[in-house]
């Protein structure tokens, strides 16, 4: 694998369901960042992890929950979502904060 | 919130014609980076450029180059030559600093073949 991964590349899950989003990346980063993209929205921030430890909550609920181990994976948890939590939901990472950040394939969610 | 400012939503060119996009944005820092991102409909923001501010030199890398104007805040795109795979949304996101890099609405370009 090289790059950035995310697993899965699609989820559908009910709003009473519990799931988590994986992030991956191989490029050996120290940075990594959590982004929704809503239809006809522009990319919003969710989180930053520098050196695993959290550096950044851009007021998201709590609904969900994000995760970093160790520096090469993110995860971001979801429970009771609401339909308008649909979204393509990006991971990227980089070398460290305010270098260039590279994207994985995103995760396309959908609640219902 | 620094302001991004992609004014063309959808740009359709004939294969082989060039496309130019245009980025303004609003910062109050002296120090900034300056990228362009493409998002084909797989979904992935693929890394096209990076400039730094305070380098104002433009450059052509392949079928690529682009137009940095400090003074304006202008951070203009063009694709030369057009082929159906540049068919695609792309994003100029100024990073200003604190992790977040300001994305634009995006300019979608269609490549007609």
Known sequence: ETGVTQTPRHLVMGMTNKKSLKCEQHLGHNAMYWYKQSAKK?????????????????????????????????FLHLHTLQPEDSALYLCASSSTRGETQYFGPGTRLLVL | AQKVTQAQTEISVVE?????????????????YLFWYKQPPSGELVFLIRRNSFDEQNEISGRYSW???????????????????????YFCAPYYGNNRLAFGKGNQVVVIP
């Open chain 2, 16 to 32: 082989k014609e060039d496309v130019t996009l245009d980025c303004v944005y609003e910062t109050r820092d002296t120090t900034y």
């Open chain 1, 42 to 74: 522009p990319l919003e921030l969710m989180f930053v992890y520098n050196f695993k430890e959290q550096t950044e909550n851009n007021s998201v609920p709590s609904r969900f929950s994000p995760e970093c181990p160790n520096s090469s994976h993110l």
């Open chain 2, 67 to 89: 137009n940095f104007q400090k003074s304006t805040s202008s951070f203009n795109f063009t694709i030369t030559a057009s082929q159906v795979v540049d068919s695609a949304v």
